[in-house]
């Protein structure tokens, strides 16, 4: 895997709510944990597919995964593509 592929910030904020910084200075407010886990985690198994591609159907779970929570916090454009990588992970 990439070594230059690192998942993106998180942090609890005041409020108790947790955020992943998707650029630099702009933070999502996330629902809970798992969720910026799961956000923050984003640019690892996409770097993961870019550099081998694999046909795995745990890699295209965590892409569907992925894109749920993207669509949940209105992140379309990226939900899209993870889920084209969704399909191709598993054959399609």
Known sequence: MSKSAKSLPIRQSDDGRWEVENVPN???????ESDAKIL??????????????????A???GFENTAEKME?????????RFRKWAKLARGG
């Not at 949940?72 to 899209?80: H, K, L, V």
């Open 26 to 32: 702009k933070w999502i407010k996330c629902e809970n």
């Open 40 to 57: 923050s985690n984003a640019p690892v198994i996409e770097a993961l597919w870019l550099e081998t591609r694999p046909h795995n159907k």
């Open 72 to 80: 949940q916090y209105n992140m379309r454009t990226d939900a899209r």
């Open 59 to 61: 890699l295209a779970a």
